[in-house]
């Protein structure tokens, strides 16, 4: 199976905040180099804002991080990305995951729930090699490799990175995200990393995931120690920036999706300052 090819580095944010930028605004950041677009945010399944981010530009590529599985029944999205590769062939990468058990009322037997969800792609048509799963833990990241074309970690570290690659071999895609704030002021670095992500202390998945790389309960109890943001918030000059994101590729990351905590009026200049260091221009 050919892991996806969307570059080195790809800019991640919110599937409402993408709609706020213009189309020069999503042509720029492909000229910087940057080789997909990420959505997160549990989008509805009709994924209809993607048509609208790759009709701009020619070769970026739309992923989403992630469709959750239990907002989006699995029927529609296939119909969905079957609309957009119709009309944008090779350009749109499926993600899914299973989002969190505490904002689910529903959440039963996730692994199994996933597992079921993506039988309905299989069914439905969706290639194997053009959809990715959300994983945080051993299961998942070996189901990730087993069912798609690899895995999509969200909030962890380098050695999240060095471990998943272990589980999933060295023939699946592996794109983890990690966060930005371009200051080199560390404390309002962290109060801007700590905004971000204090729903995430209070999420199951995510303190596991934590606690399995060594974080204690201190750590990951709000509003979060200074270790732990700096580990999953890449902040400081910007070449110190550059330098903590690319140990994810050294630790073998296929691809690394980029979300600078900022809006989206400063997004495109926050990724033309990072676009140098990260060699992509």
Same mark, same amino acid.
């Given at each position: ?81 079957? $609309? ?28 199994? *729930? ?16 053009? $959809?990715?799963? %959300? ?11 087993? &069912?798609? %074309? ?14 998943? $690659? ?8 592996? *794109? ?12 309002? %670095? $962290? ?35 200074? &270790? ?11 070449? %110190?920036? *550059? ?39």
């Amino acid at each position: 199976m050919t892991k996806p090819n969307l570059g080195t580095y790809g800019a991640f944010g919110h599937h409402a905040m993408w709609q706020q930028l213009s189309p020069q605004q999503l042509r720029e950041i492909e000229n910087l180099g940057y080789g997909a677009i990420w959505a997160g945010g549990s989008p509805a399944a009709e994924l209809s804002w993607v048509e609208p981010l790759l009709e701009p530009t020619t070769e970026v590529k739309v992923a989403t991080g992630i469709v959750n599985i239990w907002t989006a029944e699995p029927g529609p999205v296939a119909e969905s990305f079957h $609309r957009i590769e119709k009309a944008y062939p090779g350009r749109f990468l499926l993600g899914i995951g299973v989002g969190h058990p505490e904002a689910h009322t529903t959440y039963k037997k996730p692994y199994q *729930a996933l597992s079921d969800y993506l039988d309905k792609l299989d069914e439905y048509g969706v290639p194997k090699d053009r $959809r990715v799963v %959300a994983a945080l833990g051993p299961r998942v990241l070996r189901l990730s490799a087993e &069912r798609s %074309a690899g895995a999509h970690p969200y909030l962890t570290t380098p050695e999240h990175t060095a471990r998943a $690659r272990e589980l999933i071999g060295p023939e699946a895609f592996l *794109a983890p995200e990690h966060k930005v704030v371009l200051t080199t002021d560390a404390e309002k %670095a $962290r109060a801007v990393g700590r905004k971000a992500l204090d729903i995430y202390l209070n999420l199951t998945n995510y303190l596991n995931s934590w606690k399995r790389l060594g974080f204690t309960d201190e750590d990951v109890a709000r509003p979060g120690s200074d &270790r732990l943001v700096d580990a999953v918030v890449a902040h400081g000059a910007v070449e %110190a920036v *550059a330098s903590r994101l690319k140990e994810h590729l050294d630790a073998g990351a296929d691809h690394v999706p980029v979300q600078v905590l900022t809006g989206p009026d400063k997004l495109v200049g926050a990724l033309t300052e990072l676009a140098g260091p990260l060699g992509l221009r």
